[in-house]
């Protein structure tokens, strides 16, 4: 492959969409791509060797420029090796997603970053092929090689994510993602401290079968498995208490008819899946309310089938 891809543009823009990673049973496996917050990225060949960040703006400006802790240059440089690249990149980096949202930030700015250098190339890769280097670029900031932010990123819809490859789920018609984030910043690491403690083999088992539902249910389209797959017995309990009001936002959408509700990745944001747009704005209302006397809260609705991956932009 490296003898046979050559960089043929001089500059490139991408943005990638922010996501919902594990999707309740799904850890560090599921994700679902949002539309309305997303990351951009521009990079453009450089006579300098390596792979630099020229700025960083945005929601998040303090960052860190140097190429090996940034999530964007890091998936840069491994795609660079990967493919043979001889030219240096320097990126630039607008932050359209929150830190510490639970909203897959630092993954976003991985996809954008692989996705404009894709536009570079003669021969660009698919999106999926993408995803290693992506991954590698979100191992900065997590320190972890999960995917469940990058794949849908990446695909678009809904996406399995493993250590190796990234996969679309079937996005069953009609279903919408009700997306409220309160803002305050929850750091991955800290929820993941919560989940140190060993789990029960009866815990563990309770959310292999929900996960097992919940792929069931998109499959075959039916709400009664996809609810029963919305179940977070593993991590969510262990979570919800870094999370003011979500015990009543949760509650709050189930009550208004959401097929389910949980944390979006590590949190503190909260999403429920709703069937047909007609109950959509007051679940989002009982989330909101519920979060929202403990902070300032953003809402998002989207059709799960209309969000596409990471895209290039016109110059």
Request: glycine share 12%; charged share 20%.
């Amino acid at each position: 492959m490296s003898a046979t891809v050559r960089v043929v543009r001089a500059r490139a823009r991408a943005e990638a969409p922010a996501s919902t990673g594990n999707i309740a049973s799904g850890f560090d496996l599921l994700g679902f791509a949002v539309g309305g917050w997303g990351d951009r990225v521009e990079i453009e060949v450089v006579d300098e060797p390596g792979v630099s960040v020229a700025a960083i703006t945005g929601t998040v400006t303090t960052l860190p420029l140097d190429a090996e802790r940034n999530t964007a240059a890091r998936a840069v440089a491994a795609m660079r090796t990967a493919l043979g690249l001889k030219e240096g990149f320097r990126l630039t980096i607008h932050k359209g997603i929150p830190l510490g949202s639970g909203l897959g930030g630092s993954a976003a700015s991985a996809s954008a970053a692989v996705t404009a250098l894709n536009g570079l190339l003669d021969a660009p890769l698919s999106p999926a092929a993408l995803y290693p280097y992506a991954l590698d670029g979100e191992f900065a900031s997590s320190g972890a090689r999960h995917g469940d932010n990058v794949g849908p990123q990446l695909l678009g819809g809904i996406a399995m994510s493993t250590s190796e490859r990234c996969l679309s789920l079937p996005v069953p018609a009609g279903i919408y993602a009700v997306v409220v984030h309160p803002d305050f910043v929850l750091e991955t690491r800290r929820a993941r401290e919560v989940l140190a403690e060993p789990y029960a083999l009866k815990t563990v088992i309770g959310q292999t079968a929900a996960l097992g539902q919940l792929i069931a249910g998109l499959y075959r389209d039916e709400d009664a498995l996809i609810a029963e797959g919305l179940r977070d017995v593993l991590v969510e309990p262990r979570r919800a208490p870094l999370i003011p009001g979500f015990i009543e936002a949760k509650a709050a959408a189930i009550e208004a008819g959401a097929l389910g509700a949980s944390i979006s990745g590590a949190g503190p944001t909260v999403f429920a899946w709703v069937r047909g747009a007609a109950r959509t704005e007051v679940v989002a209302a009982g989330i909101a309310d519920a979060l929202g006397r403990h902070a300032r809260t953003t809402t998002r609705i989207v059709e799960l089938a209309s969000v596409t991956g990471a895209r290039l932009l016109p110059d």
